[in-house]
């Protein structure tokens, strides 16, 4: 199981495009609301219906998180117990850990870029506390996967697919399925 948190004000590219991705690639996914409600309505004005709220979530079968980034999506994700315990458990089992955008200014808070190569939007590299700062669309050190923005969400999607199947295969399967020529 792969959750995808979402708060108010996610960047919504960033969210549902690798959601779609691993959803074609037949990877268990849930979307997952930090309110109570579980409608959670986007950066841009999109409300999305959440699979699930975070009092519903369950460690049976997790694979990893991710954390669409956009603003005030990714504050409102760091404000959130949920995910900051569920970033501790996959922390400390070495589950998949994927930020995108602003978002892995969250995880260079907890300093789970400790000695990690990590990328970001441009103006949170000082949020990467700890971090080898890349400039790169992707990067993916050990369990954690960071992207630097929208621009990169199919890129930062296959490369989360291809991290869960532990090959390329799928991924590029997919990629070409639909036309994507990044």
């Known amino acids: 199981m792969i ?6 004000g996610f960047e919504e590219l960033e969210a549902m495009a690798p959601i779609d991705i691993l959803r074609r690639g037949n990877a268990e996914v849930k979307t997952v609301s930090v309110t109570d409600d579980k409608t959670v309505t986007g950066s841009h004005g999109i409300p999305v219906i959440c699979d699930i709220t975070a009092k519903e979530i369950t460690t049976d079968n997790l694979q990893g998180v991710i954390l669409p980034g956009g603003m005030p999506g990714t504050l409102n994700l760091e404000k959130s117990d949920a995910v900051q315990e569920l970033l501790d458990y996959c922390s400390s089992n070495n589950l998949l850990i994927a930020a995108i955008c602003a978002a892995p200014s969250v995880l260079g808070h907890k300093e789970l870029l400790k000695g990690k ?23 993916e050190d ?17 490369r989360i697919l291809s991290f869960l199947e532990k090959n390329n295969e799928k991924a590029e399967e997919i990629s070409a399925s639909m036309r994507y020529s990044g």
Not at 118 to 130: N, P, R, S, V, Y
Not at 149 to 156: I, R, T
Request: hydrophobic content about 45%; overall charge negative; glycine content about 10%.
């Open 142 to 158: 050990q369990n954690i996967i960071t992207s630097c923005g929208a621009g990169a969400a199919y890129d930062f999607g296959f």
């Open 117 to 139: 190569k990590a990328t970001c939007f441009k103006g949170f590299e000082k949020d990467l506390i700890g971090a080898f700062v890349s400039d790169e669309k992707v990067v």
């Open 3 to 8: 959750y995808v948190f979402l708060a108010e």
